[in-house]
C-alpha cells in the first residue's frame, strides 16, 4: 500500500498525462465549434433600401444615385469590419503567442519535478521513498521529507499554472474562431447586398436610358450604356475644372446640339415634360454647358454680362440660357417656371434678378435636387 506522499506523487504523474490529452481535445473542439450565441448576434445582416419603382425620370435618377451611393456605404462598412476584424485578430495572435511562451517555461519549470517523480517509480527495486531515508539520522530524514513535500508542492502549483493557461489557451482559440465565423458570415452578407444593389443601379439606368432615349435624347455617341447620362457618374464630373468636362460626362438634352451634367440633365428633361404640358411646346434654350473657351468668348464679347471665364455655373454644366417667352420677365412661362422649377432641382438666382439683371438664365441645384 502507498504512503500518503506516494500518492501524491503518483496523482501528480495522473494529472500530466490527462493535461497532455487536455490540449489536443481542447483544440479541436475549438477547430469544430460552429458560431455561437455571440457570434450570430454580431451577423445582423446589414440591409440597404431598394426604394419603390420610379414613375418619372427625376424618380429614376433619384434611386439609381440612391442604389449607387448604397454600394458606396456597403464597401465602406465591410472595409471597415475587415480593419475592426484584423486589429482584434493581431491583438488575439499576440496573446496567444505570450501563453504559448508561458507554458514553455512552464515546461521547463516541471521537467525535474517529472523526471524525479519517474525515477521514485519507474525502478522496482526502489521500496516507496526509502532511497531518501536509507543512510543519515533522524533530523535528515525529516529534513529530506521536508524538501520533499516542498517539490511535491511546488509541482502542483505549477501544474495548477499550467492547467488555467491551457484553459485560457483555448478559451482564446475559441473566441478567435467565432470572430472568424462571424466575420466571414458579415463579409458574404455585405457581398451579397452589394451584388443586389449593383444589379439594382444597373437596371435603373438601364431604363433610365431607354426613357431618354424616348424623349429624342440622343445618347451613346462615342460612349456605352448611359455614357455620361448615367447618373451615379456625377462625382467623375464633379473631379474636372469648370470649362474642361470632357464630352463622355455630359448628357445630351432634348434639344439638339445641348449639354448638360447628367443629373441636371435629367431634372431639365423632366421639367421640359411639365412644360410642354403647360405651354404645348418644348422649352427653348439659347445656351447650356460652356467649355472655357466659349466662357471666355463670351466674357470678352459681352463685358459685364457673363461670369469671368472659369467661374461661371455654365462651366459645371449646371445652367443654361432659356428663350421662347422665359427671357422676358414676368412673362407667363417666366412665372410658370419661377413657380414650378424648383420641384425639379431648377431656380432662378437671386443675383439675376438684378445685378446683372438675366432673367434667361437658371441654375439646377444638386443639393434641392437631391431632396426630390
Not at 114 to 122: F, I, K
Not at 224 to 247: M, S, V
Not at 307 to 333: E, I, M, W, Y
Request: hydrophobic residues 40%; contains cysteine; aromatic residues 8%.
Amino acid at each position: 500500500m502507498s504512503s500518503p506522499r506516494s500518492a501524491r506523487l503518483i496523482a501528480v504523474v495522473t494529472v500530466m498525462t490527462s493535461l497532455a490529452v487536455s490540449v489536443s481535445y481542447g483544440t479541436a473542439a475549438a477547430a469544430s465549434a460552429g458560431v455561437t450565441t455571440t457570434a450570430r448576434e454580431s451577423t445582423t445582416a446589414w440591409a440597404g433600401e431598394l426604394g419603390k419603382e420610379p414613375t418619372s425620370l427625376t424618380e429614376l435618377r433619384r434611386e439609381a444615385q440612391k442604389a449607387y451611393k448604397s454600394i458606396e456605404d456597403a464597401n465602406r462598412a465591410l472595409v471597415a469590419r475587415q480593419k475592426k476584424f484584423g486589429a482584434v485578430e493581431k491583438e488575439m495572435v499576440a496573446k496567444l503567442e505570450s501563453l504559448q511562451q508561458a507554458t514553455a517555461e512552464l515546461n521547463k519549470m516541471r521537467k525535474p519535478l517529472s523526471d524525479l517523480a519517474s525515477s521514485l517509480y519507474q525502478d522496482p527495486s526502489v521500496d516507496g521513498l526509502s532511497p531518501f531515508f536509507r543512510v543519515g539520522n533522524g533530523t535528515d530524514t525529516l529534513r529530506r521529507i521536508a524538501d520533499l513535500d516542498h517539490l511535491v508542492a511546488g509541482r502542483n502549483n505549477v501544474l495548477g499554472d499550467a492547467i488555467k493557461l491551457l484553459e485560457r489557451q483555448q478559451q482564446l482559440a475559441q473566441e478567435a474562431q467565432e470572430l472568424r465565423a462571424a466575420s466571414l458570415l458579415q463579409e458574404a452578407q455585405l457581398n451579397a447586398q452589394v451584388a443586389a444593389l449593383r444589379k439594382r443601379s444597373s437596371t435603373l439606368v438601364r431604363s433610365l436610358t431607354k426613357a431618354l432615349i424616348k424623349l429624342g435624347v440622343k445618347i451613346g455617341d462615342g460612349t456605352q450604356g448611359a455614357g455620361g447620362c448615367d447618373p451615379t457618374r456625377i462625382t467623375q464630373a464633379e473631379q474636372y475644372p469648370n470649362g474642361l468636362l470632357p464630352k463622355n460626362i455630359l448628357c445630351p438634352l432634348p434639344q439638339n446640339g445641348e449639354t448638360l451634367r447628367a443629373d441636371a440633365a435629367i431634372a431639365f428633361a423632366d421639367l421640359n415634360i411639365a412644360y410642354k404640358k403647360r405651354f404645348g411646346t418644348s422649352m427653348c434654350i439659347s445656351d447650356s454647358y460652356r467649355s472655357l473657351s466659349e466662357q471666355q468668348s463670351v466674357y470678352y464679347r459681352r463685358p459685364g454680362f457673363a461670369a469671368t471665364p472659369g467661374k461661371s455655373n455654365h462651366g459645371l454644366g449646371l445652367a443654361v440660357d432659356l428663350c421662347g417667352g422665359v427671357q422676358n420677365f414676368r412673362s407667363a412661362q417666366f412665372n410658370w417656371l419661377e413657380a414650378n422649377g424648383k420641384r425639379f432641382g431648377w431656380f432662378h438666382p437671386d443675383w439675376a434678378y438684378s445685378s446683372p439683371f438675366e432673367p434667361w438664365h437658371w441654375e439646377y441645384d444638386p443639393k434641392l435636387g437631391s431632396l426630390l
